[in-house]
């Protein structure tokens, strides 16, 4: 394992009974990166994150966390790993704060780390409230304290923004932010895509237990050819683009064009269409939404 | 000790835990009250014999509190999901168990001791009021102590019991019922089997009942009257009801354990 990987699967698999949960996963994640596991519901992002912190036991494959294989050293992997799985779970009947102490004695830290970490998550004035009265925004900050009290070096976080106000989404993307720039790397699973383009480096799209599509997130949407083209007279540009050799179609949008051509093959169609009397207002690589590039390559938006 | 001091965080803070406590004692002290206002058994409740008394009261009633704990302990990390915040953490299954079990039976043991606060208490008050004239044995002190650990080596049953059946089922409620409901499944069963005679006779003399009667009655026969124990000259030895109980203690720990090993928290 090359010592720049924070997580590596290699042919991952869970299979419960009859279902195949998780489907011969080859993922590699690396250090000081935020890396995005979205996917569709049922996709396996779960029962995966779940083999990453050792609650549920692979049918096949090998885990490897932080240099060290997750089967044979899932003590050590687990005391450098920060986790929030799906809803954060506590104990009712305690505090947020003996919450914390619950899990800084599990971590082996002092108490003294709660009290900076609940002012980083805005809970330092109703730490004593019982954890059953918390809102579900003030429940997932309490989540991302206990993932943080370890000061772990790799943060397994599963829909962090979910239930958190604007504001309360604006400073977890901060804080995510920070997280990376002091070297830590965040693996975050999640459906609020517009958070994941935003914040991670490189993305996983699961579905149907297998990753159908793993890189940078400025790579995928940028597809690599596609181009957009804005022209004053599009029927003509049409006919004019997809007469070139290299373009194989021209999608319509509006008063915009989109050419299925190598980018960087956009010089040459610009020259053409200036060629034939029509002047491109605008012309450049095709950026999808993280959204709809994930509705094309699952296939959900059909 | 992380897993254990996190565990008994928990315990101290939980309610749920003071009330069974406060039922144990609530129920101890109004029946010490009772015998000691009925004067063929008052002698039972003078000091230091009424310390002997509490704690047979208390292995009866072992099978009705120390499940609630038990079973709502090991069912509600399932029922809460909060197994996940701690094996995420802590992913020794074994020692998470054997933490929980030992934070429990620290519980059985404080209530227990509460009870030998409390007993010694109303037997002083008792011997205020009438002076005890019956001679103290020498060994009582001894007796008392065994009669403490016979105390909690039932209540280890009843936990394992209640812990095992909220784990296989991932519910409080499951471990709660099944633990109060084999108690008096096994009184109906010991009734039935005895009158039925024959084999059904040796089975209903190796139930776990049969042993965790004996103990602490052939532990507290020389110092309290026979109308106070279940007097049952065929009852198991000390011997017999320590290896009973120990081998059903076994059983139940190596199943929680195998289920707990082998299972996908998916909770």
Redesign the interface.
């Known amino acids: 394992m090359s010592a720049d990987l924070a997580i590596v699967t290699t042919g991952l698999s869970k299979r419960?009974g009859r279902v195949l949960a998780v489907d011969n996963l080859d993922l590699q994640v690396l250090r000081g990166e935020i890396f995005g596991f979205v996917g569709p519901n049922g996709a396996g992002k779960s029962t995966t994150m779940?083999m990453l912190?050792?609650?549920?036991?692979p049918t096949t494959g090998s885990i490897q966390m932080l240099g060290m294989t997750l089967q044979a050293h899932?003590?050590a992997v687990?005391a450098r790993?920060g986790?929030l799985?799906?809803?954060p779970?506590?104990?009712?009947?305690?505090s947020g704060r003996?919450n914390l102490?619950?899990?800084a004695?599990?971590?082996?830290v002092p108490a003294s780390r709660i009290a900076p970490l609940l002012d980083l998550v805005d809970l330092s004035g109703v730490e004593r409230r019982k954890y059953k009265t918390y809102s579900l925004g003030m429940k997932q900050r309490l989540g991302v304290a206990?993932a943080l009290l370890?000061d772990p070096d790799l943060l397994l976080l599963d829909e962090p923004a979910n239930g958190l106000d604007p504001a309360g989404i604006v400073e977890m993307r901060d804080l995510l932010r920070r997280l990376k720039a002091e070297g830590k790397t965040v693996f975050i699973s999640s459906h609020v895509l517009h958070e994941i383009e935003q914040v991670c480096d490189r993305i996983a799209i699961l579905q149907k237990g297998r990753i159908v599509v793993q890189g940078s997130v400025q790579q995928l949407l940028s597809g690599g050819s596609r181009v957009d083209v804005r022209v004053a007279s599009p029927e003509r540009a049409v006919e004019l683009i997809r007469a070139l050799p290299f373009v194989t179609g021209v999608e319509r949008e509006g008063d915009r064009l989109v050419v299925l051509a190598p980018v960087d093959r956009a010089a040459a169609v610009n020259q053409a269409l200036a060629e034939a009397g029509l002047f491109a207002s605008e012309i450049r690589p095709h950026e999808e939404s993280l959204e709809q590039y994930f509705l094309d390559v699952t296939g959900e938006g059909r | 000790m992380g897993l254990l001091a996190a565990d008994l965080l928990r315990m101290r803070k939980r309610w749920m835990v003071r009330i069974v406590l406060l039922i144990l004692l609530l129920i101890i002290g109004l029946v010490l009250v009772g015998i000691g206002h009925n004067s063929a058994e008052a002698s039972n409740v003078d000091y230091p014999f009424g310390i002997l008394a509490a704690l047979v009261i208390s292995a009866s009633l072992s099978s009705f509190l120390w499940p609630v704990i038990a079973g709502n302990w090991a069912g509600n990390e399932y029922g809460w999901g909060t197994i996940r915040l701690t094996l995420a953490r802590k992913p020794n299954r074994i020692e998470m168990v054997l933490s929980a079990l030992i934070s429990i039976m620290l519980t059985v043991a404080v209530g227990l001791l509460l009870v030998v606060v409390l007993s010694t208490v109303i037997g002083v008050i008792l011997n205020a009021i009438t002076p005890v004239t019956r001679p103290i044995p020498s060994d009582l002190g001894i007796v008392a102590v065994k009669t403490f650990l016979a105390d909690c080596y039932n209540g280890l049953f009843f936990v394992l019991l209640a812990y095992a059946a909220g784990t296989i089922f991932q519910s409080a409620a499951a471990g709660i019922g099944f633990g109060i409901g084999f108690g008096v499944a096994q009184t109906v069963l010991t009734g039935i089997f005895t009158a039925l005679g024959g084999i059904w006779h040796t089975v209903a003399d190796h139930l776990p009942e049969a042993y965790l009667t004996a103990l602490p009655d052939r532990l507290t026969a020389p110092d309290l009257s026979t109308t106070f124990r279940a007097a049952n000259p065929s009852e198991p030895s000390i011997m017999a009801s320590i290896v009973g109980i120990g081998i059903y203690c076994a059983v139940l720990l190596a199943v929680t354990l195998a289920v707990v090993w082998r299972r996908d928290v998916t909770a």
């Not at chain 1, 779970?89 to 305690?94: E, H, I, K, R, S």
């Open positions: 419960y779940r912190l050792g609650l549920v036991r899932l003590e687990l790993t986790s799985i799906e809803s779970t506590f104990y009712p009947y305690l003996d102490r619950v899990v004695d599990l971590v082996g206990a370890g």
